[in-house]
């Protein structure tokens, strides 16, 4: 999508402020013993609460609202019965459609004290974005978002999982341009003033590849490895970019 208006704009900044208010409660709500489903249930609540609806239900018929996914599961995780632990790294991404506009986050954090390498992989993904971030202005190659997540990636020692892409977002949940956001010296592609966004790498100790499981949804990297994402939903401006789920 690209932002036309000032109302484009109040639209995804209202859709982006219902998954951050959504994932907040989730996320104070995530401590040892409560399940995933019951997680899922709060977000269920606090999106009905703002309008909204689940987009990956709305547009893939995702079996639960949000996505949760924990340790070596790096994305698309079926909420269910599954109940944390102390020391669990999960990962809570959530993206809802309010009044025809789609924004979408996701963050993975610990549940208790993070062991250090699960907070230096989590905290290397977030500045991995705000890097990404820094570099983004209208005009400028697709891959400056690639150039920043790899310098940060390489620098710490974590892969950047290779088919799990960060996309185009506004109208529907996946837009173009999709890509990987790896250093790409090939890549062609330019931002363009207005163009609404994602940024989410996911970082990995393990190899650069997830698995589908046989729920035919849950992304995996190789048990006991580490694999942490961290997403913002974005317009691109002249300027610094304006963050939709901040």
Same mark, same amino acid.
């Given at each position: 999508?690209?932002?036309?208006?000032?109302?484009?704009?109040?639209?995804?900044?209202?859709?982006?402020?219902?998954?951050?208010?959504?994932?907040?409660?989730?996320?104070?709500?995530?401590?040892?013993?409560?399940?995933?489903?019951?997680?899922?249930?709060?977000?269920?609540?606090?999106?009905?609460?703002?309008?909204?609806?689940?987009?990956?239900?709305?547009?893939?018929?995702?079996?639960?609202?949000?996505?949760?996914?924990?340790?070596?599961?790096?994305?698309?995780?079926?909420?269910?019965?599954?109940?944390?632990?102390?020391?669990?790294?999960?990962?809570?991404?959530?993206?809802?459609?309010?009044? %025809?506009? /789609?924004?979408?986050?996701?963050?993975? #954090?610990?549940? =208790? *004290? $993070?062991?250090? !390498? &699960?907070?230096?992989?989590?905290?290397?993904?977030?500045?991995?974005?705000?890097?990404?971030?820094?570099?983004?202005?209208?005009?400028?190659?697709?891959?400056?978002?690639?150039?920043?997540?790899?310098?940060?990636?390489?620098?710490?020692?974590?892969?950047?999982?290779?088919?799990?892409?960060?996309?185009?977002?506004?109208?529907?949940?996946?837009?173009?341009?999709?890509?990987?956001?790896?250093?790409?010296?090939?890549?062609?592609?330019?931002?363009?003033? %207005?163009? /609404?966004?994602?940024?989410?790498?996911? #970082?990995?100790? =393990? *190899? $650069?590849?997830? !698995? &589908?499981?046989?729920?035919?949804?849950?992304?995996?990297?190789?048990?006991?490895?580490?694999?942490?994402?961290?997403?913002?939903?974005?317009?691109?401006?002249?300027?610094?970019?304006?963050?939709?789920?901040?």
């Amino acid at each position: 999508m690209t932002v036309d208006s000032d109302k484009d704009v109040a639209g995804l900044m209202a859709a982006g402020q219902a998954v951050r208010r959504a994932f907040e409660k989730m996320q104070r709500a995530a401590k040892p013993g409560v399940s995933t489903a019951e997680l899922d249930a709060i977000g269920a609540q606090a999106l009905a609460a703002a309008g909204a609806r689940s987009a990956p239900q709305h547009f893939y018929e995702f079996p639960g609202v949000t996505c949760i996914s924990v340790n070596e599961e790096a994305a698309h995780g079926i909420p269910g019965d599954r109940v944390l632990r102390l020391g669990d790294m999960i990962n809570i991404d959530v993206s809802a459609v309010l009044d %025809g506009y /789609v924004a979408d986050m996701g963050e993975s #954090f610990v549940i =208790g *004290p $993070a062991r250090p !390498e &699960q907070a230096k992989i989590i905290q290397s993904v977030r500045a991995a974005v705000r890097a990404a971030l820094a570099r983004v202005r209208a005009g400028r190659s697709l891959n400056v978002i690639g150039k920043a997540v790899q310098k940060v990636a390489d620098r710490a020692g974590f892969n950047i999982i290779a088919n799990l892409g960060s996309h185009g977002v506004g109208r529907s949940i996946h837009e173009a341009p999709s890509y990987v956001p790896v250093d790409n010296p090939t890549e062609r592609r330019r931002l363009e003033n %207005g163009m /609404v966004m994602t940024i989410e790498p996911f #970082f990995t100790t =393990g *190899p $650069a590849w997830v !698995e &589908q499981q046989a729920d035919g949804w849950t992304l995996c990297v190789p048990k006991g490895e580490l694999v942490a994402q961290y997403e913002q939903t974005l317009i691109v401006t002249d300027r610094m970019p304006v963050l939709v789920t901040a």
